[in-house]
């Protein structure tokens, strides 16, 4: 006789358990054991619940190829599913096999899954591995189907119901509760405060503090009596949610007739724009990409959009700071340059256009193209191409979790025709449009964060802190995934060999950057270096990059005249016709600033089922060399952490939203 021992383990998530019956069958290279029932017992309504089992063979089984688990579909107790995290077999030659499952199963559902070392396809030899590795894919094919969102913008996936999400990349109970629970609360603060359908301005910026999430922040308090301050507007371009289009400039556009005259009295004394050029003291905000969008038309008026063009000027005490402003493209009479020395309405007018085009560009561009759809089309390749025993499945799908369901929220509330984004300047037409163009203006060196540091010029600023801590990250981050991805590639051609990371990335290519060659991103892996790098950027872009775009929100854009939504009043076409009223009347009404601070409030929040950067609850490796790397990661992240936390305590304004364990591992929001 010989005795298979299992030890089958729930989630540790709620609702997870079970009181079904289950079955259990063992699949071996020289037969198959007997289909037999694990009984409850053991494996309970109960959260987190380890069961041990046993199986019982005249012979030995052979090398074990699979595990066939089995839900009851007939059991007296009310139907539930139950979410099996992994089951471990110690078999007769006492070797201990994990088998990761990590999945919910339904009433009279099977799966079968496969233990042991991460293998890739040219690996398995066994008839029946192959055979089930293939049906694996076409199931997960059939399951998460692309589908055109928009002519010129990457793919989604197909479903746009957030019910009909499968149950494997659904949110958890705890979370879903506390989703829905955080609109509600939402909801019925717009509604007590007057300010849901409100199309009053406020009568003063006093009175913008009364909106109660105003309170939920202290860091807003900060930013209500600093955001007229020119260092702190600078500050923000660095370390605020926009600092990605910041760039050194070594020479003006020729649309932005900025004099040496001009701008002297704000420069260094005896120096000129010219040789503060030479030294890489200044910097440009471009938002051409602005220019010509759609705008949403209110009272028959359409919302100004500015393409606004700001010039920045390190100064001798490192300080970042506006010294020129043009609220258009295009020089004329009526684009006159704005700057520090006019009238003290006009320049903070100007910097509003500016900072309303600058957070348009962000959550538009930087957070919902370049973070939350990535992040999607990264997922849905992953599930569609790489099958669970995989090693870069097991590597990337931890990062990966609840993106496709909090995009499909997303489309079904935030954004599309009558959506709560089509309520911003721009409409839900200017958002895919400007969708459309930061797209097609995305490359690989823009994704690469050293590669897009030095492409911008802006490696010596100093209190860089997104930089400072990014680079760390993707320093860490690299280092990780070498060690990794050249532990199971050891060799170039095993990467060109691997038809399924092929497949993987092919799709990324097609149906994420729409085969558009100019944009750098590989289409095939010829090396492991390549592949590093990918990875690398996949790994970052879900974590690293969407916590520091996400994490700045509330804190910023929070305090509505910081980062105005939406504009009620055309940009200045002639110096000295400003007052705070007009300002007042410009910048958006009740209801637009209501909705836009509750939303904001909404994705500040931290759900109870957060996990950190580098923090993998479930279990999919059984190597020991795959598992000591991921203590490694682990600890340099630590590190890390713990070094910004003690910078952090030096600083007047701490930068803490890519402190490790504020880094979630995948875009959750």
Not at 136 to 153: C, I, N, R, S, T
Not at 164 to 183: C, G, I, L, T
Not at 384 to 400: F, Q, W
Not at 501 to 507: M, R
Request: overall charge negative.
């Amino acid at each position: 006789m010989a005795e298979y021992t299992l030890e089958v383990t729930t989630g540790s998530m709620l609702y997870a358990g079970t009181f079904d019956n289950l079955y259990v069958t063992l699949i071996g290279t020289e037969r198959q054991s007997e289909h037999t029932q694990l009984t409850s017992f053991g494996l309970d309504d109960k959260t987190g619940k380890a069961g041990t089992f046993s199986v019982t063979t005249l012979f030995s089984l052979g090398f074990l190829l699979l595990l066939k688990l089995e839900k009851d579909p007939f059991h007296e107790s009310p139907e539930k599913d139950w979410f099996c995290s992994t089951v471990v077999v110690k078999t007769p030659e006492e070797d201990e096999i994990l088998f990761p499952c990590h999945r919910w199963l339904s009433r009279g559902e099977s799966v079968l899954l496969r233990g042991g070392r991460a293998t890739k396809a040219f690996e398995d030899l066994h008839p029946r591995l192959v055979d089930e590795r293939k049906k694996e894919l076409v199931q997960q094919k059939l399951m998460y189907k692309w589908q055109e969102y928009a002519e010129g913008l990457s793919y989604i996936l197909n479903i746009n119901d957030p019910k009909a999400v499968p149950a494997d990349v659904r949110f958890s109970f705890s979370k879903a509760f506390q989703f829905r629970s955080n609109m509600e609360v939402a909801s019925a603060e717009l509604e007590l405060r007057g300010l849901k359908d409100s199309a009053e301005h406020f009568e003063s910026f006093e009175a913008m503090k009364e909106v109660s999430w105003f309170k939920k922040a202290p860091f807003l308090e900060y930013v209500s009596e600093h955001w007229k301050d020119d260092d702190f507007f600078g500050y923000q371009l660095l370390n605020g949610f926009n600092f990605i289009l910041i760039q050194r400039c070594s020479k003006l556009p020729s649309n932005f007739p900025v004099t040496e005259e001009m701008v002297k009295p704000f420069l260094a004394n005896g120096s000129s724009l010219t040789e503060e050029m030479q030294k890489g003291n200044i910097f440009i905000n471009d938002y051409k990409i602005m220019e010509g969008l759609p705008t949403k038309v209110i009272n028959g008026k359409p919302i100004p959009v500015t393409a606004a063009i700001c010039l920045l000027y390190l100064n001798p005490e490192g300080k970042l700071l506006p010294i020129a402003i043009q609220l258009g493209q295009h020089p004329s009479e009526e684009t006159p340059i704005f700057l520090p020395s006019d009238l003290e309405s006009d320049w903070l007018l100007a910097k509003i256009f500016v900072k309303n085009a600058d957070v348009l560009y962000f959550q538009v561009i930087n957070h919902l193209q370049n973070t939350h759809l990535l992040a999607e089309v990264f997922t849905m390749a992953t599930l569609r191409n790489l099958p669970m025993i995989h090693p870069l499945h097991k590597l990337l799908i931890p990062h990966h979790r609840y993106t496709l369901h909090i995009n499909i929220i997303a489309r079904a509330l935030l954004y599309g025709p009558g959506r709560i984004l089509g309520n911003i300047s721009i409409g839900a037409d200017g958002v895919t449009e400007l969708m459309r163009r930061g797209l097609s203006q995305m490359t690989y060196t823009s994704l690469c964060l050293p590669d897009n540091i030095a492409a911008r010029g802006v490696e010596s600023i100093p209190g860089f802190y997104y930089r400072d801590d990014a680079l760390k990250l993707w320093s860490i981050i690299n280092s990780f995934v070498k060690a990794m991805v050249a532990y199971y590639y050891p060799s170039d051609s095993e990467v060109s060999a691997d038809s399924e990371l092929q497949g993987w990335i092919k799709e990324i290519f097609h149906y994420g950057f729409l085969g558009n060659g100019d944009s750098g991103i590989p289409s095939r892996f010829q090396t492991v270096e390549e592949l590093i790098k990918f990875v690398t950027t996949v790994i970052f872009v879900s974590s690293v990059q969407h916590a520091a775009v996400n994490g700045g929100q509330f804190d910023f854009q929070g305090w509505i005249p910081n980062a105005p939504f939406g504009l009620h009043q055309a940009p200045p076409t002639t110096k000295g016709q400003s007052s705070i009223e007009a300002i007042l009347a410009t910048l958006p009404n009740k209801s637009h600033a209501g909705h836009s601070m509750s939303i904001l409030w909404q994705l500040s929040e931290k759900y109870s089922d957060f996990v950190s950067l580098g923090i993998y609850p479930e279990q999919r490796f059984d190597e020991a060399a795959a598992l000591q790397m991921i203590k490694d990661f682990q600890a340099e992240l630590s590190s890390l952490s713990v070094a910004i936390t003690k910078r952090n305590s030096e600083l007047e304004l701490p930068y803490n939203y890519l402190n490790p364990k504020e880094i979630e591992n995948s875009v959750t929001i």
